[in-house]
């Protein structure tokens, strides 16, 4: 089985809507991490105090061909092509220990029933 690392880096006002959406695609674990960013516009601030929303950084590790799915369902529930609201991307995983025997299960079901494209965009019918 492949395996990808699917990285959101979101406000935290949107963790449930990223959990609900994570499950619904298939993907049930997740680290969460508090997170601060810096982007490219000036801080708001509000009576001399700047205003520095918090973000997290959700680390999904997932079967590979539900990577694509996961960005996929981020960018549209989320309205990333359009806001600045986050930032979502995949790594390929080369070695993973931990994961526990029903997580595999879920995934290779997954995979098995067709749910899932590669990460290209490509369907991934490759065995495991």
Do not use: W
Request: glycine content about 10%.
């Amino acid at each position: 089985m492949e395996f990808s690392a699917v990285v959101g880096i979101f406000s935290e006002h949107v963790e449930d809507k990223v959990l609900e959406t994570a499950r619904e695609v298939g993907a049930h674990g997740v680290t969460i991490l508090p997170a601060k960013g810096i982007g490219t516009r000036d801080r708001k601030t509000f009576f001399g105090l700047t205003y520095e929303g918090r973000q997290q950084v959700f680390l999904f590790i997932v079967e590979r061909s539900l990577a694509r799915r996961l960005t996929d369902a981020f960018t549209r529930i989320l309205d990333l092509d359009h806001y600045s609201k986050g930032l979502v991307f995949t790594a390929r995983v080369e070695d993973v220990a931990g994961l526990d025997e029903a997580q595999r299960e879920r995934f290779a079901a997954l995979r098995d029933a067709g749910a899932g494209d590669g990460p290209d965009g490509e369907r991934n019918d490759k065995a495991a």
